[in-house]
């Protein structure tokens, strides 16, 4: 079973995505802040993190940059999701997608299966 | 950046609409609801909830969307069914397929508002819905500890919908006075009532919010009848700003009465609105008829659009003073007689009908009588929207290139001009004024043209006839000069002193002592 790391101070938003990612087959941990997810990684070792921008304690920025720090988690696909285009940033995290806010479920859907296909 | 993906472009600019299929009411929501948007229908028992959203929901599974209703504490799915089963929009074939019901209030009584929430966002996916109805949200209220858990609930449901793109619609009961804690959190608010105006039953529908789009909020008549529900959106805020239907230059619609013509320079000019003031009896619907027939026999279309009188009778009436070919233009369809039954009416459908019928016909030039403004007064309850209605109204037809008469009644005995909307000259052009004058115990008709906007006219106040014959204006009544008041005496000159008897009157009698003559003895049978 896949696993999906979601990041958002905006739980119901972080709600909503668990319910449908499981409903997918996905087994999926919440957290709220960039330091949560990273406290996190290791026990659960996700295969992607969709990660929100604009939060507390440590943004998604931040937070993306952290885990790239993080030798074992130096490649994990991050999915970023926020209602402002990251593009307009200067900085480069690497991550893998974007989903703009609000999203549908196709789009969420169909980036997270290419991201971390379920095995057939 | 390595791979930035691109956003859901989809949710940009225009966002994408549910059409309801409940007349007029997306015209209230400029298209439609929001997809994946939720919005509160508030309202006592029996205010139509129930109705609306399951007539949103047919339309919704008719048009190749999935519903999914699901009810908290409200009656069962089978008395809801049979009960609706009555309606016209009701489509057995389409349950439960496409139409699906649950009960969620098992799941909200053993797990609460998150076994709920849970249950939902299962059934709503597991159904594809497109479209999510909650009936009985007040259960849902019952069983959040406060406000703040209800809101987190319906945020929590607001946020998985607008993903999964399902429209949601949440049926409270309220009670005008107080605000439900969804008001704020949803994307808009519908409240329904009904209350009573006199006998009258009175339903509407406040559009009290509309996130994401322009909107004619404030209060809509409704109505309810086995085809489901009408909304009747308010006149004046549906017609604000109407568009031009421009036909080249304006001409002189005339009334068939030489000296009224040339008083009028020819005529009422095309696409004005004119006020035909005058107690009862003066001869309001007659003058409007003959308006009617002069148009007809230069190939002009017209519309009688009247409360008091029907078809029968006013070709009866038509016929009884020299308008004998009424009946042939109304037989060939150029006089349409639409006639509104005395029932209760409501005064925006009374619009709608109307103008509704003439965008239909989509002809030129065309000539219309609303005998009388009465009739839409009585549809009302809110008398003080009519000076806004009617000036809404007139410029519709102004703007349809309408040229429109209306009657309206002042007091049989009255000294004075006592219009019972004093304001009603402001939102026409021109006004007639029909008056009796009582002289030496007899009576005279007079006419005058008191306002005539963008047009010379003639102000001389002038007597008229109604005979068998047709109308028949005179010269300037010179002994009338003080008709506006009520005023009218002798000056006491001998020559005003021997006043003729009204015009008319000479041959009436003329005729009626011919008709005598002619007339056989009556054969009195012996006992």
Redesign the interface.
């Known amino acids: 079973m896949k696993t999906v790391l979601v990041v958002d101070d905006?739980?119901?938003?972080a709600?909503?995505?668990k319910?449908?990612l499981e409903?997918e087959g996905y087994k999926v941990v919440t957290c709220t802040n960039g330091r949560e997810a990273l406290a996190c990684l290791e026990e659960t070792r996700p295969d992607l993190a969709i990660i929100d921008v604009m939060m507390p304690v440590m943004n998604g920025f931040e937070t993306i940059q952290a885990i790239r720090h993080t030798e074992a988690f130096a490649t994990l696909p991050v999915l970023?999701m926020s209602a402002i285009?990251?593009?307009v940033r200067p900085h480069?995290?690497?991550?893998?997608?974007?989903?703009?806010k609000?999203?549908?479920?196709d789009?969420?859907l169909t980036?997270v299966h290419k991201l971390a296909p379920l095995a057939a | 950046?390595?791979?930035?993906?691109?956003?859901?472009s989809?949710?940009k600019g225009k966002q994408p609409r549910l059409e309801t299929g409940v007349p007029r009411l997306d015209f209230i929501t400029k298209g439609g609801l929001i997809q994946?948007a939720s919005y509160a229908l508030l309202g006592p028992p029996g205010s139509g909830k129930t109705v609306l959203a399951h007539q949103i929901a047919f339309w919704h599974v008719q048009h190749g969307g999935k519903a999914l209703y699901v009810t908290l504490l409200t009656e069962s799915h089978a008395r809801m069914l049979a009960n609706l089963e009555v309606m016209a929009f009701f489509d057995a074939s389409v349950i439960p397929d496409k139409l699906h019901y649950i009960s969620g209030y098992r799941q909200l009584e053993t797990e609460g508002l998150k076994g709920l929430l849970?249950m939902i966002?299962?059934a709503a996916?597991q159904h594809q819905a497109t479209l999510l109805v909650m009936d009985g949200m007040d259960a849902a209220k019952e069983f959040a500890r406060g406000d703040l858990t209800y809101k987190?609930f319906l945020?929590?449901l607001?946020?998985?919908v607008?993903?999964?793109?399902c429209t949601t619609l949440l049926l409270s009961p309220h009670y005008t006075g107080d605000m439900p804690p969804e008001t704020t959190a949803v994307d808009g608010v519908f409240e329904l009532s009904l209350w009573l105006s006199g006998p009258r039953a009175v339903r509407e529908l406040v559009a009290l919010k509309f996130r994401g789009s322009d909107s004619l909020l404030g209060k809509h008549e409704l109505e309810i009848s086995d085809q489901g529900i009408i909304v009747h959106p308010r006149t004046e805020v549906q017609f604000s700003a109407p568009q031009e239907r421009s036909e080249g230059p304006r001409i002189r619609m005339a009334f068939g009465v030489p000296r009224l013509d040339e008083s009028l320079h020819g005529g009422l000019l095309s696409g004005s609105t004119t006020l035909l003031l005058g107690a009862p009896g003066t001869g309001k619907t007659l003058l409007g008829l003959r308006f009617l027939l002069e148009g007809a026999r230069q190939g002009q279309p017209g519309v009688y659009f009247g409360f008091y009188e029907t078809s029968q009778r006013l070709m009866e009436k038509a016929e009884g003073v020299g308008m004998g070919d009424f009946k042939k233009y109304v037989d060939e369809g150029l006089i349409e007689i639409q006639w509104q039954p005395p029932l209760e009416h409501n005064l925006d459908a009374l619009a709608e009908r109307l103008l509704e019928r003439i965008h239909e016909r989509n002809v030129k030039r065309m000539r219309l009588f609303v005998d009388s403004i009465a009739g839409f007064r009585s549809a009302t309850v809110y008398p003080e929207r009519m000076s806004r209605f009617f000036s809404a109204l007139s410029h519709q037809l102004r703007m349809m290139d309408v040229t429109t008469l209306y009657s309206e009644e002042t007091a049989l005995f009255s000294p004075d001009v006592d219009a019972p909307q004093p304001d009603a000259t402001a939102y026409v052009e021109n006004v007639i004024l029909l008056r009796y004058v009582e002289l030496r115990s007899q009576l005279y008709r007079l006419l005058s043209i008191m306002k005539m906007r963008e047009s010379q006219y003639d102000s001389g106040i002038r007597e008229f006839s109604i005979t068998n014959e047709g109308i028949t204006v005179a010269e300037t009544f010179e002994s009338a000069e003080a008709v506006l008041t009520g005023h009218a005496i002798l000056a006491g000159t001998p020559n005003k002193s021997r006043r003729k008897p009204p015009m008319g009157a000479k041959s009436a009698k003329k005729k009626k002592a011919a008709a005598a003559a002619k007339r056989k003895p009556v054969q009195r049978r012996r006992s």
């Open positions: 905006e739980t119901d938003i709600e909503a995505v319910s449908i409903d970023i285009d990251p593009s480069a995290y690497d991550w893998a997608g974007f989903l703009k609000p999203f549908s479920l789009n969420l980036q | 950046m390595s791979s930035g993906q691109e956003g859901d989809g949710r994946g849970e966002r299962r996916r987190r945020q929590e607001q946020t998985f607008s993903i999964i793109g």
